[in-house]
Nanobody, 124 residues
Framework: QVQLVESGGGLVQAGGSLRLSCAAS????????MGWFRQAPGKEREFVAA????????YYADSVKGRFTISRDNAKNTVYLQMNSLRPEDTAVYYC?????????????????WGQGTQVTVSS
């Protein structure tokens, strides 16, 4: 089992920044690919970013490329999502998830463990 707890969400004005964190506990964190997904009201959950277990490979949705950065610290069992130049359309609940593979994926169905989510609201 892997437990995930997100933090760092909040209310920010358009153009601002937030840094999300996801702390993992349980099975060996470093063996898992980590991903961030988001879900806005009335919409399906969508992929945001993923990072390989080594941190050497990252993968981003086109909508966040160049604005968001995913990283991980295996010594702290934590994955981060630095979000810059935020837009109102980034407003959503953000979830972190794990995938027992060294290869990142944008498919939520391939992620076995999920956190409870943290709300990000971007005002215009």
């Amino acid at each position: 089992q892997v437990q995930l707890v997100e933090s760092g969400g909040g209310l920010v004005q358009a153009g601002g920044s937030l840094r999300l964190s996801c702390a993992a506990s349980g099975r060996t964190f470093s063996a898992y690919t980590m991903g961030w997904f988001r879900q806005a009201p009335g919409k399906e959950r969508e992929f945001v970013a993923a990072v390989s277990w080594s941190g050497g490979t990252t993968y981003y949705a086109d909508s966040v490329k160049g604005r968001f950065t995913i990283s991980r610290d295996n010594a702290k069992n934590t994955v981060y999502l630095q979000m810059n130049s935020l837009r109102p359309e980034d407003t959503a609940v953000y979830y972190c998830a794990t995938r027992r593979s060294e290869i990142p994926s944008n498919n939520p169905a391939t992620y076995g463990y999920w956190g409870q989510g943290t709300q990000v609201t971007v005002s215009s």
